[in-house]
């Protein structure tokens, strides 16, 4: 599973389709790491949940509501300042990183109106939340990442936003054949993971998905293609960006014996022997994943003293069992030993 680009531009489009133009009414932090924005728009209410957890970052729409401390955070007090009933005017995701901007329109307190930006950044251990203003110049952010955390770039009060492009990769929409041919058919390394070294957005799990269309084995080296399989190779690469362009997505979860293992935005062919369930919406299918999975994982958790126990059982048992089977087979010449026994007392 992989909170990846295309995963993103599925949730752009889900969220310009419901909360572009609305107003923020509510601004919570339930957690540290954590804020939930209430939007009105077109007479209905969405809440968003935006997560910059290191173990598991988030954002996607939900009905629930989360229990806020009784004293605002620092941060959330800053939002409610700026951001209280503003208008959003654009949600963007830059070249296919994982990576939402909320362009947000509100009244200063001189009564102007001027814009500002909250960025989500969705990578794992350095997930972020940033709140810029229009000049790209930090305001605050829910995590600060000073000169000695991060020797890329310091997140920080006055310092001006940048993405750190640290693995010079290509964004998919924009490439052209010729340009696949020399990123990806050229280097000395395993298909699936020339793929998803070369462009952003697209996570192992997708680059396996595309070789399997393909009819290509993933760990075939990417320089031993032959022409013909480079052609249908980037044609089904095309094909997938296309629908992405278009808009077109099909979330749908993998499960096996009703555990979910796997989740994307296009649909997964490589799983036929496994269970899938489609969803209407990407923010249901995230909530519905990590709530199963987070049930999975509780239960596993509270059950393994129970497992422990129940294995040292059996454990004594199989060894009793053996002492037993070892008995019973030097009782097979007891008549034999008896005839011998009844000669000697005669």
């Keep these: ?11 752009i489009k889900e969220l310009q389709e419901t909360i572009l133009g609305g107003r923020i009414s509510k601004i919570a932090q339930p957690e540290t790491d954590e804020l939930l924005l209430t939007i009105k728009n077109n007479r ?12 598991l970052p988030l954002i996607y729409l939900t009905e629930n509501n989360k229990v806020s401390p009784l004293t605002a955070p620092n941060f959330c007090m800053l939002l409610r300042k700026h951001l209280g009933n503003g208008k959003i005017i654009g ?30 950044e969705i990578m794992g251990k350095h997930s972020n939340i940033i709140f810029c203003n229009s000049e790209n110049m930090i305001i605050d952010s829910i995590k600060h990442v000073s000169a000695q955390m991060s020797s890329v770039r310091e997140v920080l009060p006055g310092r001006t936003y940048f993405i750190p492009e640290t693995q010079n990769k290509e964004n998919p929409l924009s490439t052209a054949k010729d340009s696949f041919k020399t ?30 269309r393909a009819s290509l084995d993933s760990n075939k080296p990417a320089n031993a293609l032959e022409e013909i399989e480079q052609l249908h190779l980037y044609r089904i690469f095309a094909n997938i960006m296309d629908d992405i362009k278009n808009g077109f997505f099909e979330p749908n979860m993998i499960c096996k014996e009703n555990e979910p ?12 022997e496994y269970e899938m369930e489609t969803f209407t919406s990407i ?20 059950s393994s003293d129970l ?10 048992n199989r060894k009793k069992y053996e002492l037993q089977l070892k008995q019973l087979k030097d009782t097979n010449k007891r008549d034999k030993f008896k005839i011998y026994g009844e000669l000697i007392n005669t």
């Design 307 to 316: 497992r422990r126990v129940v294995q040292t059982a059996l454990e004594r």
């Design 183 to 212: 990123s990806v058919y050229d280097k000395p390394m395993a298909i699936g993971k020339a793929i998803y070294t070369t462009f952003t957005g697209i996570s192992p799990a997708i680059s396996e998905e595309i070789c399997f």
């Design 261 to 272: 293992i796997e989740y994307a935005s296009i649909l997964f062919t490589k799983y036929p």
């Design 91 to 120: 949600i963007t995701q830059p070249k296919m990183e994982r990576i939402i901007k909320i362009e947000i329109e509100h009244l200063n307190e001189l009564g102007d109106l001027c814009e500002k930006s909250l960025i989500v």
């Design 283 to 302: 923010s249901k299918l995230l909530e519905h994943y990590y709530a199963t999975k987070n049930i999975v994982t509780r239960i596993r958790q509270k």
């Design 44 to 55: 209905n209410s969405y809440r968003l949940l935006l997560s910059a957890s290191a173990s």
């Design 1 to 11: 599973m992989a909170f990846d680009g295309i995963t993103i531009a599925n949730i």
